[in-house]
């Protein structure tokens, strides 16, 4: 099915993605419009709540198809036209279509995948809608926008051995059935690196003194050189994972990577929940450098991304993450007890550290082993 190689280019955008391979049973009446000539999205509208009365309705007894969709109730109410995805929703299901859309190549550039369904998230819908006719293009999501988005997120098999080491290969097994823009968009716009190891020295404030507390990263992504690495050493699964992490946060909004502490709780959020979809591994286990030695947890029989431990291991161990909302530690000051961080707003102030908060030596990081990777032949056709 995503075999098609349709390709649709989005407005306001130069990214490419694959077409759904649509069924043409399915777009005859399904997809009736109430209102053909006239476009429209926002919440004054005078469309119905759900898109009932159309002359195809959904059959109860189908299902979604996508392990990112299906077992979910909203979703599958969604699908049934007995619910809809819209204006003014809030909470996990609004973040995974906006999540969705991403990997798609739909840009939420100011509030990113923030769970809150507002004028951005609803402009987005309406674009997806645009790209996609016959759907009804009013920025909401009901049963028919979710069947075409469904049909994006097929359910496969992985052969590769995800324990043994990283291929390039491997890593494209996983990746291209759901993220082709990944691959094909995201990453060739960045010098793509793999490096043996590397320390970001950091100290962390104990209360009383200073303790070395250093991190060797699995995998970066470094805005600034614009450049994205991966540790040579690391397993399938765990090189798939640091793929779309580092990718997340190169699509990130500039008000969420201003913020570590934002920044990295939003790509793990977001990254744990693929991982969980795709059926790999986990970003954090046993080994994990922090407290926390998982941030799932399971809920009536499902499994999902747990936000608090996300958050505590995220501050036990990205330097820079303050525990103050909003605010990033940049540096140690001259006053060796003190902190000079940055406020949400960018401007900076001097402050005593808070037990726990981690500090990082960005200008003192030295990789060992570090080869440019050519990632000009990569693709997923
Ligand atoms: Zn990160």
Known sequence: MMKSSARISKSGSNTKTRSPGFKKKEQSGFFAQNDPGKPFFGPATLQPKLEIGQQDEPHESETLKSPRLKNNKRFQAVFENKSVIEYGDQGPEVRRIQQMLIDLGYSLPEYGADGIFGPETE?????????????????????????????????????????????????????????????ENILPGFTIYMFDDFEIPQKEWT???????????RAYHWPAMNEIGFRSDLSCNEAAIGFYHEAWHAQQPPRITHVTLDR?????IQTEQWSIDIGIAGQVNESSNSDVKSIRSENNGQTEVDEELTRQHVSQRYGGASEIPGETIHS????????????????????????????????????????????GDWTCD
Not at 208 to 213: A, K, L, Q, R
């Open 123 to 183: 402009q987005t819908v309406v674009n997806f809608q645009a790209d996609h006719p016959p759907l009804i293009i009013d920025g909401r999501v009901g049963f028919a926008t979710i069947r075409v988005i469904d049909d994006y997120f097929p359910s496969f098999e992985i052969t590769a051995d995800l324990s043994e080491a990283w291929t390039i290969g491997c890593v494209l097994e996983i990746m291209c059935p759901w993220n082709s823009h990944i691959i």
């Open 207 to 217: 209360g009383s003194g200073w303790v070395d507390n250093p991190m060797h990263p």
């Open 332 to 375: 140690k000051t001259e006053d060796k007890n003190k902190l000079r961080v940055r406020r949400a707003d960018g401007t900076f102030y001097e402050r005593y550290p808070i037990e726990g908060e981690i500090v990082p030596f960005f200008d003192e990081i030295e990789f060992t082993e570090k080869n440019e990777l050519d990632i």
């Open 264 to 268: 990295e709780v939003d790509a793990f």
